[in-house]
């Protein structure tokens, strides 16, 4: 499946833009983990290394990393950069369900 046939899904798609070398980004994987727990099948989490994939970046002007946007049936609804704690993305995620 493609990045553009997952992010057209009715559920949210959570994508954390992040890279390899980035602290931050580091701190968001165990959170990322915690959320998909928590909200399980009712969420999809997407991961896009920026370094890798520089066209998707470019795609939705991610400037910094990490940056989060939420996808629901294709359209970006939300979107932040930094570290989100787990609360926070929980309840934005729920928001979208």
């Known amino acids: 499946m493609t990045f553009n046939e997952m992010i057209q899904s ?3 798609v959570l994508v954390d833009f992040f890279a390899e070398w980035c ?3 580091k701190m968001m994987s165990p959170i990322l983990k915690e959320v998909k727990d928590s909200l399980g099948d009712d969420v999809t989490i997407i991961k896009v290394d920026v370094d890798k994939n520089p066209q998707a970046a470019a795609a ?3 400037q910094g990393v990490p ?3 939420v996808f ?3 359209e970006a609804v939300w979107r932040q950069s930094g570290v989100v704690p787990k609360a926070g993305l929980v309840n934005i995620l729920q928001q979208f369900k």
């Open 10 to 12: 009715d559920k949210p």
């Open 67 to 69: 940056t989060l946007i």
């Open 23 to 25: 602290g931050p980004c």
């Open 60 to 62: 939705y002007q991610v």
């Open 72 to 74: 629901k049936k294709g």
